[in-house]
């Protein structure tokens, strides 16, 4: 590795940060935990996860397949521990507003906003550095609210220096490699002040960048600067009550009036197939979905046999805020699985490559396992890792039992491997038979060895219309193979019968001739 000399430093994993109790309460609760670890490890092993046994800081759930009923769900993550600045050896983080995980490099890039740096840290050694200060041809520069980070290939940083309206590459010494301002094209309107938020770079050396009122979608350009076009613009929705109040109004009201624009993308992030995940607000686009997966031609290519992806519908108790979910950030993991988090509520949301959703785990709060401000994701294997800004700290989750058997189960899929798929499944049904994707998964491994009848069954209880008729089709198709030779053979002897009797009967009819006739 040629990256710049780095401070090593022991890698902190600190505890989680339990809510406070009063003293009275203390010592039986830490009682309580200590028995609870202590007791696994006399008997030889460890339990799945530490909070697994214990308080859940937030409750599980999944939406039906036409999203209109609430189900319960075991949780599917839990907190694991907790990264900040001071653990890191770099200081205190001030509103930081992104996070990139390099799995090759096990190395955490951190967009520390408020403190106008990037800290970068190898989770593997505890080694850290800091970005704030470099050199730009002879002359020292320096970073100005940086709020998106990521890290290509080949190891090149780049950051969306915000503040100074550009995105910066690094070298792995840190030292500076290109400038890239603010895109030559007249697209761009000449009063709309250039601020880059995200940046995402694929195999080929492509950028793309979202920024601040970039409402003709995300920029693309290549890897010289040159700005190729726009990629993936959300088209705008008027509501009914909006189109009334333009058809009934003066000119110089309409003049008065805001003009319907499309909203801008949140925030990006490359897939492993190279299609770009993006997620943007929910109200006034016509997509009727905050995730897109987008090709190459910008076009979404989910197609999910259940409602746009769009978080919560509204509120699922007394106290949560009413509303659609308000989607900050989205992560692309293995398998065509992708994470995207919910700012509004605290939530991350899990779905499969065809938009189906997984499970959801977090909320707003101040305990373990919650937030004040979740703005940013990442995933490091099967962990989540969750920026939030509003303590400073980045929350790692765990998969549980169930939410390893749902991951294995998609590998699976995936991988075509249907029979594994099918036996993971039914797992995770024992455990859940309320998530209506394990019935289906299950009726699509019966589908493949033939089990048409019984595939039916799965897919009714997945609520898999399209699933349903296809085996409905083939079970037909079956009975009516099985029966067929039967109905041949006998339709065959009848017609014999048939036959035979009508000959009979002509030859009982016929009178023979008599002698000189």
Same mark, same amino acid.
Request: with cysteine; aromatic share 8%.
């Given at each position: ?10 890698? !902190?994993?600190?505890?989680? +940060? ?250 990006? $992030? ?34 999910? +046999? ?28 293995? $398998? ?8 509004? +509520? ?30 940013? !994701? $990442?995933?490091?294997? $099967? ?66 060895? +033939? ?67």
């Amino acid at each position: 590795m040629n990256w710049k000399a780095r401070r090593p430093r022991p890698f !902190l994993r600190p505890a989680l +940060r339990p809510a406070v109790r009063p003293a009275s309460r203390a010592l039986p609760a830490i009682l309580l935990s200590i028995l609870a670890a202590v007791c696994p490890v006399l008997a030889g092993h460890r339990p799945a996860h530490a909070l697994e046994t214990g308080a859940i800081p937030y409750q599980g759930y999944q939406y039906s397949t036409d999203q209109a009923t609430i189900l319960s769900a075991p949780p599917a993550y839990l907190p694991d521990r907790t990264l900040d600045g001071v653990s890191l050896g770099v200081g205190a983080l001030s509103s930081p507003s992104d996070l990139f995980l390099d799995e090759a490099e096990d190395l955490l890039a951190i967009a520390d906003t408020g403190n106008n740096r990037v800290v970068l840290a190898w989770l593997s050694t505890g080694e850290t550095e800091v970005l704030s200060t470099f050199d730009n041809d002879g002359l020292e520069d320096t970073l100005s609210a940086p709020s998106g980070v990521c890290i290509a290939e080949d190891g090149t940083l780049y950051v969306a220096d915000t503040g100074n309206g550009r995105i910066l590459s690094f070298d792995r010494s840190l030292a500076l490699v290109r400038e890239y301002g603010r895109p030559d094209t007249t697209l761009i309107g000449e009063k709309t002040e250039y601020k880059p938020l995200r940046v995402a770079v694929d195999r080929a050396g492509t950028l793309y960048v979202v920024g601040e009122n970039l409402i003709e979608g995300i920029v693309e350009m290549t890897g010289d600067g040159t700005f190729t076009g726009f990629v993936g613009t959300n088209l705008v929705s008027p509501n009914l009550w909006e189109l009334f109040w333009r058809a009934v109004a003066t000119r110089r009201q309409r003049e008065a009036m805001g003009l319907f624009v499309p909203v801008n993308f949140r925030s990006l $992030d490359l897939a492993g197939d190279g299609f770009l995940m993006a997620v943007s607000q929910i109200e006034n686009n016509l997509s009727g979905s905050a995730v897109k997966r987008l090709n190459p031609g910008g076009i979404d290519v989910i197609r999910t +046999r259940t409602l746009p992806l769009i978080g919560d519908q509204g509120p699922l108790w007394v106290g949560s805020e009413s509303g659609y979910s308000v989607f900050f950030d989205v992560a692309a993991a293995k $398998d065509g699985i992708f994470y995207t988090v919910d700012n509004k +509520r605290g939530r991350v949301f899990g779905y499969d490559q065809d938009g189906n959703l997984l499970f959801v785990f977090g909320q707003n709060g101040s305990q373990a396992g919650t937030f004040r401000s979740a703005v940013a !994701l $990442d995933t490091r294997g $099967d962990d989540v890792l969750v920026l939030d800004a509003g303590t400073a700290l980045i929350q790692v989750f765990e998969p549980t039992v169930y939410g390893r058997l749902i991951l294995d189960a998609v590998t699976s899929q995936q991988g075509s491997d249907f029979g594994q798929a099918a036996e993971t499944w039914t797992q995770v049904r024992a455990l859940n038979a309320n998530l209506e994707l394990a019935h289906v998964g299950i009726g699509k491994a019966l589908m493949r060895e +033939r089990r048409y009848r019984e595939a039916m069954a799965s897919f009714l209880l997945g609520r898999d219309r399209e699933g349903y008729s296809k085996a409905f089709k083939l079970h037909r198709r079956q009975v009516v193979s099985r029966i067929f030779p039967w109905f041949a053979s006998a339709a065959a002897i009848l017609v014999l019968l048939a036959v035979l009797l009508a000959n009979r009967r002509r030859r009982r009819g016929a009178v023979p001739a008599g002698p000189g006739k």
